[in-house]
């Protein structure tokens, strides 16, 4: 058992690492204290996981409670968040309930925001079930649901009072759900920590073959990493942004194939090539580099191509796509870049080197 805490002040907490068994993990003595616990899960996650955290929480909350949503990104909506709090206002919960989300970032951002709205705010803890929410999105307490209009575009600041990721959840994630959360961990690398990345190299096989040791290390070293950035800035006024590495081009990809086409992590990876691809070409970092980052994410399984989305000016569509994404400004895009490996910049770059990237990275 493991322990990384993320220091943002009076809200400061723990996430616990933990291969134990569900229930053996929850039972803690830092569960914040309340009048009844809701459980919110979907429908894919519950029958795996409900009971064992039910029975868990029994011991510690007068009254628990279960809301089941519908599973998948599509169901990130209001109509899904409401669906929380009929929950709660059904079973006349007050304001000391605690929320927990049980399941990966859909369910993770859902129950937070609903925690962030709730008679102005209550407690919930993160119980992550997949590898890219235990590694990212349950840490840092970024909440929200989606727009028709746009991702995320709907959400708030609410951080988690605890954050429980046990390793032995991940023995059911499909194989495809666990390389899309190995790209935001080997992302951890080249922005913050080569001695991660060499980690990775020698240890990929046995993140594959779901080895509890192997897991335990990469969950708690990209934890530590990314509580160290989000206490620097936890509002995202700069540094926070380089935890955007390969998210400029993968949120294209994400968009411009339709959400659900490709998985976020596949859109990252394939992102962190162009966005290292475009730091070698403005002289920052050398293609060997560049080659060993492709090289890792081809054996975590990983896309290290973009896919074409537009026949006839597919770098156009990229960057159209890329213009109209949160983190630009003023339209204009600002690119993580890697300024030397283990060290990432927040920076523009000509619309000329940028279009001759996606041409050379694509498909
Ligand atoms: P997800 O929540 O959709 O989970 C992926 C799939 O795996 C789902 O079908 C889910 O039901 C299933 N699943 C989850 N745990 C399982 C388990 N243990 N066994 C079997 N199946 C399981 O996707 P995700 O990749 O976890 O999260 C993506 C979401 O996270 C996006 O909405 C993204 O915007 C958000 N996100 C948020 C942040 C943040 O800082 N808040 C950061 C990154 C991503
Ligand atoms: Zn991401």
Redesign the pocket.
Known sequence: MNSVHIDLGERSYFIKVASCGLRASVDDPLLPAGTAALIVS?E??AP?YGELLLSALAKHYPQVHTVILP???QH?TWQTLNLIFDALLTHGCDRKVVLYAL???????MTGFAAACYMRGVDFVQVP??L??QV??SV?G??GINHPLG??MVGAFHQPRLVICDLS??D???AR?LA??LAEVIKYGPIADMALFDWLEANMDALLAREPQALAHAVRRSCEIKAAVVGADEREAGLRAILNFGHTFGHAIEAGMGYGVW???EGVAAGMVMAAELSRRLGLVDEGFVQRLRTLLMRAGLPTRGPVLDAQDNAGRYLELMRVDKKAEAGEIRFVLIDGPGRAVLRAAPDALVREVIDACCA
């Open positions: 979907n894919t996650i795996l599973d998948g990104e990130k399941g990966g970032g859909v369910v993770g951002d079930t997949t890219l929410a990212d999105s840092g970024k909440t991702k995320n959840t991940l059911t994630l499909p759900e899309a959360g998985l976020h992590g």
